[in-house]
Each structure stands twice: as structure tokens, then as C-alpha cells.
Nanobody
Framework: QVQLVESGGGLVQAGGSLRLSCAASGLPFISSYVMGWFRQAPGKEREFVAAIRWRGGSTYYADSVKGRFTISRDNAKNTVYLRMDSLKPEDTAVYYC???????????????WGQGTQVTVSS
């Protein structure tokens, strides 16, 4: 049974930082996966944020977060992180971790999803 469990969300002031974690379990041949972060703000569609390949560590970011967010993984812990710096109020959303096959952020190519963690950035 695949489980993706996010943590690390919360309330932060604009300009602040947060680090989200996603602990993965039950993924067969985990090194073959791409792990992604997506977000969904109230009244908006879910959008891609960042992704990383377990094998090799290649990364890809949405333009809106490039230079501010960093995705990384810890192979020993089967955990993916999203470090978010210089946060803006428009980064407020529920952030979801997902496992799939597409480094370039097509949500349809991600088959397993976590429950989400709320990030709120106050101005």
C-alpha cells in the first residue's frame, strides 16, 4: 500500500521560510519514480510546483517558484523535501506530495498522492 505523508506546513510571514517533508512508503522500485510537489489555492486549480527523480536527482521547477524553492530527497529515509524561501502571500495553498513518472509536472502522470499540508503566508 502506497503512502505519502506530508508534514511541515504552517503559518509564516511574507519573506519567511518553511520546509515541507514527504515520507514515502510502499512504492515498488522507488528509485524509478519521480516525486513531485503540487499546490492548490482556494478557488484555483491544482498546479505543479517542483519535481525530482529519485535516481540521479534531476529537478524541475515551475517558473513561479524558481530561485525561491528547492526540492531534494533523502534516499535513506525515503523522504522528499521542499524548502521554501522568500515566501509570498500568493504561495498560500494546500501543498501535495505525489509519486509518478513525469519530471515536467503533468499531474495526470502522478498516480499516488498525499493528503496535503496547508501553507499560509501572511502579508
Amino acid at each position: 500500500q502506497v503512502q505519502l505523508v506530508e508534514s511541515g506546513g504552517g503559518l509564516v510571514q511574507a519573506g519567511g521560510s518553511l520546509r515541507l517533508s514527504c515520507a514515502a512508503s510502499g512504492l515498488p522500485f522507488i528509485s524509478s519514480y519521480v516525486m513531485g510537489w503540487f499546490r492548490q489555492a482556494p478557488g484555483k486549480e491544482r498546479e505543479f510546483v517542483a519535481a525530482i527523480r529519485w535516481r540521479g536527482g534531476s529537478t524541475y521547477y515551475a517558473d513561479s517558484v524558481k530561485g525561491r524553492f528547492t526540492i531534494s530527497r533523502d534516499n535513506a529515509k525515503n523522504t522528499v523535501y521542499l524548502r521554501m524561501d522568500s515566501l509570498k502571500p500568493e504561495d498560500t495553498a494546500v501543498y501535495y506530495c505525489a509519486a509518478g513518472s513525469n519530471l515536467y509536472g503533468n499531474a495526470a502522470d502522478f498516480s499516488s498522492w498525499g493528503q496535503g499540508t496547508q501553507v499560509t503566508v501572511s502579508s
